[in-house]
Nanobody, 124 residues
Framework: QVQLVESGGGLVQPGGSLRLSCRGS????????LAWFRQAPGKEREGVSG????????SYADSVKGRFTISKDDAKNTVYLQMNSLKPEDTALYYC?????????????????WGQGTQVTVSS
């Protein structure tokens, strides 16, 4: 069955960097759009970044533009989120999601499969 497993979260100081990974199994990532979403305690889930199935189009939330970069390696069936210049407000549980032949936009309702999440905490 389709599975998505995130890794790479942790505790980092403000201004620091982390790279999240999400490895897929049970499907071919080249045929899917992938995205990262996050949810902080007491807040609604929000889209962070997405990439379409071909990898040619990416999208970012305004709050992370210029700081985060999404990429995918179809050979490894893995999508990444490089997060730089992290801020305390980036603290959240980060999820990856997959949508068959999708456009990589940031509407959670578009996505078919979800991982369990990895915690990112930005604090001094």
């Amino acid at each position: 069955q389709v599975q998505l497993v995130e890794s790479g979260g942790g505790l980092v100081q403000p201004g620091g960097s982390l790279r999240l990974s999400c490895r897929g199994s049970g499907f071919t990532m080249a045929h899917y759009a992938l995205a990262w979403f996050r949810q902080a305690p007491g807040k609604e889930r929000e889209g962070v970044s997405g990439i379409n199935s071909s990898g040619g189009k990416t999208s970012y939330a305004d709050s992370v533009k210029g700081r985060f970069t999404i990429s995918k390696d179809d050979a490894k069936n893995t999508v990444y989120l490089q997060m730089n210049s992290l801020k305390p407000e980036d603290t959240a549980l980060y999820y990856c999601a997959a949508e068959v032949l999708g456009r990589g936009e940031l509407d959670a309702g578009d996505y078919d499969y979800w991982g369990q999440g990895t915690q990112v905490t930005v604090s001094s």
